[in-house]
């Protein structure tokens, strides 16, 4: 026996005296779960600027300002200036948005200290404690119940079980770690009774303390950080290679080392897409404001596209895919079935029998089974507070149910029998039994409980064949993943002693009792699968409530198989069932982990304490706002305000537009970068040695891979996203055709710029002038045809970009000043119109090759 469980029984129902828990309080510390550091501002910049591509950015800053090209330095700085600040306020954002969304989960508790209860800060509780448990109240710490009366306690934020779990007290000499109905945890809630119970461990150390340090683990690098990092490594390496070639040739034709050295670290800065860091960013800052107008607050901006490349969303069931309400749906009495409609607890719907509505007058056989199960009940319905608010349960769920479907049949208005004795429900007996007297003196016995222990001659006074009949139903109900409940009464001519409550009873019947889907969860599970995502349901709760909750919103087929963690599950076996009951939170970790190892992009949605380690380990959490506790919110990476998982799916085809947005954004920039060292090596052998100027090279990649690159990230999403599979998660960035795309389209910019270059040197016109203006106008060209939806309004943000870029480079051609810093000259009016026309082969290059291309799994090319 540990030194704490001696102290422990050291410890009377008078309590702890002050003085003691004081010296506890100092030793053990406060009860509460370790918080997570902030992070300082500063650590946020250093964060961004680790991003390879803006490394990348540094290095040619640096080179800029040693060759005294304070101009391009600047231009650049201000994109790295702006990015950063851009990621970093949006992540400070969320982080304020989050804590504004904790609460303590218990402000304050009762215990008895001195021999006298009181009120103390759920803070200040101690080991050895005796706290004092009403209905309603959360549990402030882990307890041993040491005093008992019909306590009921609801452990789903902690085990995922919806229904809740009957506490009684642990033998006198014990203190409960055998007996785990005599165990209450932190963050459970009591609903219905009372109880006292000793705490045994708190903060860390209690059950909601060690889940939270199975979140300690680093999140790592997101698929889109992990793809990023590869492109800055090659474009990097590309970059220097090529510079370093066009150098060693120029210097061999002999041309000045200063001038070289410059054009080289001008083709560097062409090649290497300054701008998508920035247009990364935009396109995940506007899918974060998207998603935070429909109730989804983005914690880490990556996590939009992170949802768009994920191939497993994880789920649990309570409060996730069903409401955590418990409906009663099925009845069945010795006369047949019924079936109850409605929503949640409010007393509004209709019970139908053969496909017709029934009323108390109809079915007098449904009228006395629900108004007798009403009658055995301790909890009441709340009326909603305002008009648009819902019903709402006080004490056991599952009783608030039978209250809510009796209210269906429209009973009669008058007072219900007072009740004059009762035996309160516990988990041995496994039923509850009242007693009601009648207004004409004599007595009604009403007994409600598992159909395994109640269907029993030992109880009832029925034909065997009735009883049979119940049994087998009860069996189908169960297997359907309903919680049964059967019923029966005895009708008495007055008050019978207690012995004879409990015989002779008369069956009425049974009723089927779950937590129903919410209405938006086959939708959202349907869209899943549409997008070639695999929805998969990890559960604390009963394999059969499992698959029935899953066979219900489409993840599986009625017959199909559901993993018994608590059986079949053993670390380390691939996780590819598609239901998983009986979980805990260390299975949830392994499932997630083997999923991850079997290459799984996976999400996990969840609001519960027990889903924090797997919101925290998966490459996305997804906690619930409003059901959510503060472990799993501060787990996730989004959080979902109004618990809707519709929004999960519309999260993920933000998702895929993000990634669709970088991947136009590369063949734009990159076709062009590839152009413009093409044009660079290729000139010299065409008899045209220095093919651009320094000046022009950075002229064009400042007005191409500016606003224009920048505005290809607002593009809508393409029309087919979510019909599509999701990408494969070891793909480049690159892959799926990409680079060969790239150099397709970069091959007709070079073509036309070096046809427009060679043509007018072989004619005596202002050749380099006029590559320039052809190399600038064939990729503004480029941009428009990379439009995802061309022809609409859409996007109209790179129209203008496109047309200003433009007015740009006429300027470079027409403005003295412009002529004087680039070494341009104006060109022939006929000339600029034979160009313009030439350099609209941009266009159809990026459209023809969209036609043509067709990506390894069918889809057409999005880029």
């Keep these: 026996m540990t030194t704490e469980t001696n102290q422990l029984a050291a410890t009377d129902v008078a309590g702890l005296p002050s003085t003691e828990a004081a010296a506890r309080l100092e030793r053990d510390g406060l009860n509460a779960l370790p918080t997570a550091q902030r992070v300082p501002v500063w650590r946020r910049v250093l964060m961004q600027l680790r991003d390879p591509l803006v490394i990348v950015l540094l290095v040619a800053i640096t080179l800029t300002i040693f060759t005294g090209d304070w101009t391009d330095a600047a231009v650049i700085a201000l994109v790295i200036v702006v990015n950063t600040a851009v990621g970093v306020v949006q992540e400070v954002k969320a982080d304020q948005a989050i804590t504004a969304l904790a609460t303590m989960t218990a402000p304050e508790a009762r215990v008895v200290r001195d021999g006298q209860q009181r009120l103390v800060a759920a803070t200040e509780v101690v080991v050895g404690d005796l706290l004092v448990l009403a209905e309603g109240d959360i549990v402030p710490a882990d307890a041993t119940v ?5 306590l009921l306690v609801d452990e789903a934020a902690l085990t995922g079980e919806s229904v809740p779990v009957n506490k009684t007290a642990a033998p006198p000499d014990g203190d409960g770690r055998g007996h785990p109905d005599a165990v209450v945890s932190s963050g459970t809630v009591v609903v219905r009774g009372r109880g006292l119970a000793r705490v045994t461990a ?18 790592g690098l997101t698929p889109l950080q992990r793809r990023l990092v590869g492109v800055g490594r090659a474009l990097a390496i590309a970059a220097v290679v090529l510079s370093t070639v ?21 083709l560097v800065v062409a090649a290497v897409p300054e701008s998508l860091p920035a247009v990364v960013t935009l396109a995940l800052a506007l899918g974060a404001r998207r998603m935070s107008a429909r109730h989804a607050l983005i914690r880490r901006l990556p996590a939009v596209e992170t949802l768009g490349s994920v191939t497993v969303i994880a789920t649990d069931k309570t409060g996730t895919l069903t409401e955590g309400r418990m409906v009663a749906r099925r009845l069945w009495t010795p006369t047949g079935d019924a079936e109850v409609d409605g929503h949640g607890y409010a007393p509004a719907g209709t019970i139908r029998r053969d496909g017709r509505p029934v009323t108390a007058r109809t079915a007098p056989d449904i009228a006395d089974l629900l108004t007798s199960a009403a009658l055995c009940t301790d909890a009441a319905l709340l009326p909603p507070g305002t008009p648009e608010g819902d019903w709402a349960a006080l004490g056991d769920p599952t009783e608030a149910a ?5 209210a269906k049949l429209r009973p009669d208005p008058a007072a219900p029998p ?67 409940l059967a019923v029966a009464r005895a009708h008495h001519p007055a008050v019978p002693p207690p012995e004879a409550w409990e015989h002779g009873l008369r069956l009425l019947g049974l009723i089927g009792i779950h937590d129903p889907a919410r209405p938006s ?44 963690c608590r059986e079949a599950w053993t670390p380390g076996q691939p996780g590819d069932a598609r239901v998983y009951a009986r979980a805990t939170p260390e299975q949830k970790l392994d499932i997630i982990a083997a999923r991850r190892e079997a290459g799984d992009v996976v999400a996990m949605t969840g609001d519960g304490v027990n889903d924090g380690p797997a919101l925290h380990r998966a490459d996305i959490g997804v906690a619930m706002g409003l059901r959510g506790t503060e472990v799993a919110r501060q787990a996730a990476d989004l959080v979902l305000a109004d618990d809707e998982l519709a929004t999960v799916v519309a999260a993920a085809e933000e998702g895929r537009r993000v990634y669709a947005n970088i991947r136009r954004f590369l063949l734009y920039a990159l076709a062009g970068g590839t152009a413009e060292i093409t044009v660079m090596l290729a000139g010299p052998f065409l008899g045209l040695p220095l093919f651009l100027l320094p000046a022009q090279i950075l002229w064009v990649n400042l007005l191409t891979h500016g606003l224009p690159g920048v505005a290809l990230g607002s593009e809508p999403a393409p029309p087919d996203a979510m019909r599509r599979p999701p990408r494969p998660p070891a793909e480049s960035v690159l892959g799926a055709g990409l680079w060969q795309r790239i150099l397709r389209v970069g091959a007709v910019i070079a073509a036309v710029t070096l046809g427009i270059a060679v043509w007018a040197h072989a004619t005596d016109r202002p050749w380099q002038s006029m590559a320039f203006f052809a190399l600038g106008a064939t990729q503004l060209a480029v941009a428009l045809g990379s439009r995802a939806r061309p022809g609409t309004r859409a996007n109209p943000v790179l129209l203008v970009a496109v047309a200003a870029a433009l007015a740009l480079q006429f300027a470079g051609l027409y403005l003295p000043i412009l002529n004087n810093l680039l070494g341009t000259e104006p060109v022939p009016v006929l000339d600029l119109l034979a160009i313009c026309a030439l350099s609209s082969l941009g266009y159809a290059a990026i459209r023809l090759d969209r036609v043509v291309h067709r990506g390894p799994r069918g889809d057409r090319g999005t880029a």
């Design 402 to 406: 039978l209250l809510a479907a009796a």
């Design 521 to 564: 969860a086959a939708a959202t599970i349907a869209a899943c699968q549409r997008a070639g995502i695999t929805p998969v349901l990890i559960t604390g709760d009963h394999p059969a409530t499992a698959r029935a909750v899953a066979a219900e919103v489409g993840i599986i087929d009625p017959g199909d198989a559901v993993v018994d």
């Design 418 to 484: 007072p009740r004059v004795g009762e035996l309160p429900f516990d988990s041995d007996r496994k039923r509850m039994t009242t007693v009601h007297r009648r207004p004409d003196g004599g007595a009604d016995v009403v007994c409600k409980g598992a159909p395994e222990i109640l269907l029993h001659p030992a109880y009832l006074d029925e034909p065997a064949d009735t009883i049979a009949r119940a049994v087998a139903r009860a069996e189908t109900l169960a297997a359907d993943g309903y919680r049964v």
């Design 246 to 266: 066009v150098l060693a040739l120029g210097l061999l034709r002999g041309e000045p080392p200063e001038l070289m050295v410059i054009t080289a670290i001008s």
């Design 146 to 150: 040491v005093e008992a009366a019909a």
């Design 202 to 219: 708190t903060g860390p150390r209690s059950a909601m303390g060690r889940i939270a340090a199975l979140l300690a683990t680093g999140a």
